[in-house]
């Protein structure tokens, strides 16, 4: 005899009272069965997934903002193939303000160049330091000392490509 023909024998044996209360505790427990194996591990996953969404969303909002400030940049003038840097420089430096602050200015090749400001307002000289930065020159070292006029500071900076 198979298991299958055992379990329908003692089921056939049972009284009827004895099948309707296990056909009752049936009847409760397979939905919570179904709840706590199926909907609950379905629902802890939506609500992940739900998570991940909105994760997903703020990196594609600051991608959007990134390729916006890409699409700025690449509309600034880039200086001509032929300028030099320290004529980028001293060109900046005269659209913010600060070319009769400028010091030393030594350019090493066409990628590596160190100016020097004695005494310059910062907010100017910060626009400046944007300004190169956005034609592709990039801070390699700077010292910057408070300067004898509130607002000024002295500044040894040494910009590369």
């Not at 300004?131 to 900076?157: K, S």
């Amino acid at each position: 005899m198979t298991v299958s023909q055992q379990l329908l024998q003692r089921w056939r044996d049972l009284g009827r009272r004895e099948r309707g209360l296990i056909l009752a505790g049936l009847g409760v427990l397979l939905p919570v069965a179904l709840y706590l194996h199926l909907w609950q591990p379905l629902n802890a996953q939506r609500e992940r997934l739900h998570d991940e969404v909105q994760r997903l969303r703020g990196d594609l909002a600051s991608l959007h903002a990134d390729a916006a400030e890409i699409a700025r940049l690449r509309q600034q003038p880039q200086g001509s193939p032929g300028a030099s840097v320290e004529a980028l420089a001293r060109a900046a430096a005269a659209r913010q303000g600060i070319a009769d602050r400028l010091g030393a200015v030594t350019a090493s090749g066409d990628d590596r160049l160190m100016v020097e400001f004695p005494a310059v307002p910062f907010t100017p000289w910060l626009a400046w330091l944007g300004e190169l930065g956005a034609t592709g020159y990039g801070v390699v070292a700077c010292d910057i000392e408070l300067a004898a006029q509130p607002g000024e500071v002295r500044v040894q900076v040494t910009l590369a490509r």
